[in-house]
């Protein structure tokens, strides 16, 4: 199973950009990177995946690099409510039933500052 | 419903208890996901459905835990003699396919006392 490596924690002033990266070196060819949040005491949120082009939409950019081996999510605006763990994932598929199934790692703390 | 729905929110138990959790997907979800989070851990997988039946149940720490899904829709998982060490906030996901994003119900907190 590919793995991914984050930062612990970030911090960026609201309204300027937060760019939070990602290293998943082992990723396979097949596999996709998803970005999920979870902001304190809420399941995780869906923010957005790739497979190894950019991507956009109304939350966020993610800009994977060309050989794949590390990706950005990029938040253009922080506000404070985009205060959460931010968990990169690589999504892993079981060609026998085709699971799916993520597995977090431990994330990064973004703190959005007034 | 609007999302996934988790109850109960919040469930307090005794060592040794028997407690079942119970997750509403999302109507039409066929894919459904039980997922457990520790205090600043991220959500460690348990059991994945597709339809009714357990497609993977690799991540079931051990024969204390048990899932159904019987009709397809609503999930519950089961934990037999319950020990401090599996209070944990329990998460539920589920997703229309096997292959797109899933969403997440509010989780139901476990403590074992």
């Known amino acids: 199973d590919a793995k991914t490596t984050q930062p612990t924690s970030m911090d960026c002033a609201e309204g300027r950009a937060a760019n939070l990266p990602c290293n998943h070196s082992t990723i396979s060819g097949n596999e996709y990177v998803y970005w999920y949040r979870q902001i304190h005491s809420q399941g995780p949120q869906y923010i957005i995946h790739?497979?190894?082009n950019n991507e956009t939409n109304e939350m966020a950019s993610l800009i994977i690099t060309e050989d794949r081996k590390s990706s950005t999510l990029i938040l253009p605006h922080a506000t404070l409510r985009d205060t959460a763990v931010y968990y990169c994932?690589?999504?892993?598929?079981?060609?026998?039933?085709?699971?799916?199934?993520?597995?977090f790692g431990s994330g990064t703390r973004l703190l959005v500052r007034p | 419903g609007a999302g996934v729905s988790q109850t109960p929110s919040n469930k307090v138990t005794e060592k040794g208890k028997y407690v079942e959790l119970r997750c509403d997907p999302i109507s039409g979800h066929t894919a459904l996901y039980w997922y457990r989070q520790s205090l600043g851990q991220g959500p460690e997988f348990l059991i994945y459905f597709q339809g009714t039946g357990a497609a993977d149940d690799s991540g079931l720490p051990n024969d204390r835990f048990f899932a159904v899904r019987p009709e397809g829709s609503v999930s519950t998982l089961k934990i037999q003699r319950t020990e401090r060490g599996d209070s944990a906030v329990y998460l539920c996901?589920?997703?229309?396919?096997?292959?797109?994003?899933?969403?997440f119900g509010q989780g139901t907190r476990l403590t074992v006392v």
């Open positions: 994932i690589v999504r892993v598929a079981r060609h026998a039933d085709s699971s799916y199934k993520l597995i």
């Open positions: 790739g497979l190894k």
């Open positions: 996901a589920s997703s229309p396919e096997r292959n797109t994003e899933a969403f």
